[in-house]
């Protein structure tokens, strides 16, 4: 089992940035991939980045450029750092482990919204 942490969320203006975390408890020892999805309101959850223990890193288009995703395997937290954040950014953003075992964990959400 692995418990998942998210902080980070909130409210911003176009344009200006925010962080999310995730914190990671329980087996971790078994964590292969971390990373982050996201859900808008009647849309489906869509992938935003992953990151792989050794540290290679996957990012939707949409994200590429202005999101980055890294994480600290000692403190086994996961964090993006969003900038240039954009309306349609608004989300529910949740945080995901995949395990070597290939089952997979998600966090509660964090609510980003961004404002004109």
């Known amino acids: 089992q692995v418990q998942l942490v998210e902080s980070g969320g909130g409210l911003v203006q176009a344009g200006g940035s925010l962080r999310l975390s995730c914190a990671a408890s329980?087996?971790?020892?078994?964590?292969?991939?971390m990373g982050w999805y996201r859900q808008a309101p009647g849309k489906q959850r869509e992938l935003v980045a992953t990151i792989t223990r050794p540290g290679t890193t996957n990012y939707a288009d949409s994200v590429r450029g202005r999101f980055t995703i890294s994480r600290d395997n000692a403190k086994n937290t996961v964090y993006l750092q969003m900038n240039s954040l954009k309306l349609e950014d608004t989300a529910i953003y949740y945080c995901n482990v995949k395990l070597i075992t290939l089952l997979r964990y998600w966090g509660q959400g964090t609510q980003v919204t961004v404002s004109s």
């Open positions: 329980g087996s971790i020892f078994s964590i292969d991939t």
